[in-house]
C-alpha cells in the first residue's frame, strides 16, 4: 500500500475541506468514503442552507464539485468502507 501524509475517513464536507488543506500544503491525502463522495450531503435532493449558494444547491453535484476541488490539489480519493483502525 502506498504511503500517505495524511488520511481522511469521510468525504462529507469537512473531509474534502480537510482534503484540500492538506494537498495545498504540499501534503499526500488519501481520502476514504464508503458510498460516494458527499457522504450524508451527496444523497440530499437540494441544499437550501449552504453559503455561496441563495438558491441552493444540488447535493450531489456540491458534493463533486468538492471531490474535484481537492483532487485539483493532488488528494486522491478511494471508495472504500474503513473497518478498522491501528494507530501507533
Not at 480537510?18 to 476514504?32: C, E, I, K, Q
Not at 458527499?38 to 464539485?65: E, H, S
Request: hydrophobic share 45%; proline share 5%.
Amino acid at each position: 500500500m502506498e504511503a500517505f501524509d495524511i488520511i481522511i475517513i469521510g468525504g462529507g464536507p469537512a473531509g474534502y475541506t480537510a482534503a484540500l488543506y492538506g494537498a495545498r500544503a504540499g501534503r499526500s491525502v488519501l481520502l476514504l468514503e464508503k458510498l460516494a463522495p458527499g457522504g450524508q450531503m451527496g444523497t440530499t435532493d437540494l441544499i437550501d442552507n449552504y453559503p455561496g449558494f441563495p438558491q441552493g444547491v444540488k447535493g450531489f453535484q456540491l458534493a463533486m464539485d468538492m471531490k474535484a476541488g481537492a483532487e485539483r490539489f493532488g488528494a486522491q480519493t478511494k471508495l472504500e468502507a474503513v473497518t478498522a483502525l491501528e494507530l501507533a
